[in-house]
């Protein structure tokens, strides 16, 4: 095979979601695809053959996409990891800044970021969308001797926030307000210097 082939495997479980990535990544010269649907699927197929990239869903109906980063570096270290998903809430970005992985897409964004996603890696870069800009960072510089002192209430309200509740989820918890518990929030952002709700779970993992 010509050594200049970038072999890509897109792993999601909706064939037309798959069928789009491969049109897409398809227009770009020297790049081979193979997509996969079911999960039983995947460990034949990488043992058989080795890929440059992978782009993978996170939520995945037979393993969690977590789970599913961690079993393709250990099936595949040299391959590249590229998340596209409709998941950008907080916590599963903050839980994505721990992981090795060479970008991530939205997939409420367009399909030309998508195509830039896999150029940008393919050169040996990262990509990453807007609403994932946290991970551009790979380690966010916080001194756990210089945090402010948080509150109970504050406390409480960061512990639910890293567990992926909502400001309404967290008011009912507390029997609080929405608004009591969106002011708590942008307090929390002030103390802990946070640019975003996603970067303040991330450092809520740390301080915790």
Known sequence: MNPDIYKL??????????????????????????SIT?????????SAESFDLCIIDLELPEINGFQLI?????QMPDCKILIYTMHEEPWVIAKLAEEEISGAVSKN??????????????????????VFSILHKKQINIDLHKIPELSKREKEVLTYLSEGLST???????C???NTIQTYRKRLME???AKNVAELVYKGKEIF
């Open 191 to 193: 103390k802990l210097e």
């Open 168 to 174: 309404s989820e967290i008011s009912d918890l507390l």
């Open 9 to 34: 495997l897109i792993v999601d479980d909706h064939p037309i979601v798959a069928e789009g990535i491969v049109s897409i990544a398809s227009q770009q010269n020297n790049i081979l695809c193979k």
């Open 38 to 46: 079911r999960i039983e699927n995947l460990l034949p197929t990488i």
């Open 176 to 178: 609080l307000s929405t």
């Open 109 to 130: 964004a367009s399909t030309s970021e998508l195509k830039q996603a896999i150029n940008q890696i393919r050169l040996g870069h990262k990509y990453f969308s807007e």
């Open 70 to 74: 961690h079993l393709l570096q250990e």
